[in-house]
């Protein structure tokens, strides 16, 4: 079934089969038994190109480690939401876009907990064919509709959440995907409908990573299945705060966001045309 995923939808399937192999290291930062299955025969494939590129055989890397910086990546927002899940006024947790995400199965969750899950309904089909029989640890709600839509809010308070209370949005593998236009929109629609005190996480990459010459060889691997990173910013903290959200922003490779695992320097701030990631992260006002 997974032919019938369009190209983004696709690299749902890599970052799954990124999470696969990270459960089979001994050094794993996380556990997903779920993740290659949800992988398929195709995530590994997508891997497959990933790794040639980051690591080109007789050549120094010159691209960031993505199985590293995957690891790291989960891992921190595992973490996050937990944090979040554990305040007892969270009652509400959002996932926007859900890919091929695994964590209402993986992790234990309290039961005030709604869990929704936003995402294309080809992306949520093929997860419910493999997913099969296995249970979710919490009260989970699939909202099946793009989030370019212009439906989706109205779609998500039909599933149960309540504009009106605090939740938690995690916003993961969406931002570099889309247009700018459509980066602000999707923020701006988050704001609306969440209360204030809601929290809110992204990844984003900054301007320089989708022009510098050395990330060419990873750039070209996305532009090749047709999903092409469209989207950066070098101040991700004035971006949120536009729209309501104070956050900090940590890079891999800092206090909080290592975990051991980080194989690169982490550029100072005054360092300019340098590639660079982003775990942004706060609170609504």
Not at 237 to 249: M, W
């Amino acid at each position: 079934m997974s032919t019938s995923l369009d190209a983004v939808e696709r690299t749902a399937l890599l970052t799954a089969a990124l999470r696969a192999a990270e459960t089979e290291r001994a050094d794993r930062l996380y556990e997903d038994p779920y993740a290659a299955g949800l992988a398929g025969d195709i995530g590994p494939e997508l891997l497959a190109e990933v790794r040639h590129a980051t690591f080109p055989p007789g050549r120094e890397r010159t691209v960031p480690s993505t199985p590293d910086y995957n690891a790291i990546r989960t891992r921190f927002f595992d973490d996050y939401l937990q944090e979040a899940a554990a305040d007892p006024g969270t009652t509400q947790i959002v996932l926007a876009p859900a890919g091929m995400d695994s964590r209402a199965y993986r992790l234990n969750w309290p039961e005030r907990v709604r869990w929704f899950e936003v995402d294309r309904p080809a992306v949520l089909a093929y997860k419910d064919e493999r997913f099969g029989a296995a249970e979710p640890r919490t009260d989970h709600r699939k909202v099946a509709v793009d989030l370019t839509s212009p439906d989706w809010e109205p779609r998500l308070e039909a599933a149960g959440y309540d504009p009106a209370a605090p939740s938690t949005w995690l916003l993961e593998g969406l931002l570099y995907y889309i247009p700018e236009p459509d980066a602000h929109r999707i923020l701006e629609r988050v704001a609306a409908i969440s209360a204030p005190g809601s929290r809110i996480a992204a990844d984003i990459v900054n301007s320089a990573a989708l022009t510098l010459p050395h990330m060419r060889a990873l750039l070209d691997v996305f532009d090749g299945w047709g999903c092409p990173w469209l989207f950066g910013t070098d101040e991700p903290e004035k971006l949120f705060d536009r729209y309501g959200f104070d956050v900090r922003a940590a890079q891999p490779g800092q206090e909080g966001a290592d975990f051991g695992r980080w194989p690169d320097p982490v550029p100072p701030p005054s360092e300019r045309d340098v590639r660079r990631v982003f775990f942004v992260h706060g609170r609504r006002r």
